[in-house]
């Protein structure tokens, strides 16, 4: 991931297709050392390419992942169950009190 955001940085700063050096730049800047196989693969991939076509794309596929629809459904399916246990006694919350100081003193 670091490689492809390094990447995407060198392209907005105006580079239309980032070398592996325009990359490793970004990189070393922050104190990080690219491992040359995935910085290769990552420019291969995207060298040549329209970057905003590229993550276009990447929306589209992210737009048919499932996210997140199934922790409200299992909270829901909880609470009839929890009111079918009986009813339980409610303690009454204990009040603080003065605590013996205001808060002006």
């Known amino acids: 991931m670091r490689y492809v955001a390094a990447y995407l940085l060198a392209a ?3 580079k239309a297709s980032p070398s592996a050096e325009d990359v490793k730049a970004i990189l070393a800047s922050v104190g990080i050392e690219a ?3 995935k910085l290769s693969k990552v420019v291969k991939e995207l060298n040549g390419k329209d ?8 929306e589209k596929k992210l737009a048919s992942v499932p996210s997140g629809g199934a ?3 299992a909270a829901a399916a909880a609470a009839p169950a929890a009111a079918a246990g009986g009813k339980k006694e409610e303690k009454k919350e204990e009040s603080d009190g003065d ?3 205001g ?3």
Do not use: K, S
């Open 51 to 58: 970057i905003n076509a590229v993550i276009a794309e990447g």
């Open 35 to 37: 491992d040359d196989a």
């Open 99 to 101: 605590m013996g100081f």
């Open 12 to 14: 907005l700063g105006g």
């Open 71 to 73: 922790a409200p459904a």
């Open 103 to 105: 808060l002006f003193d």
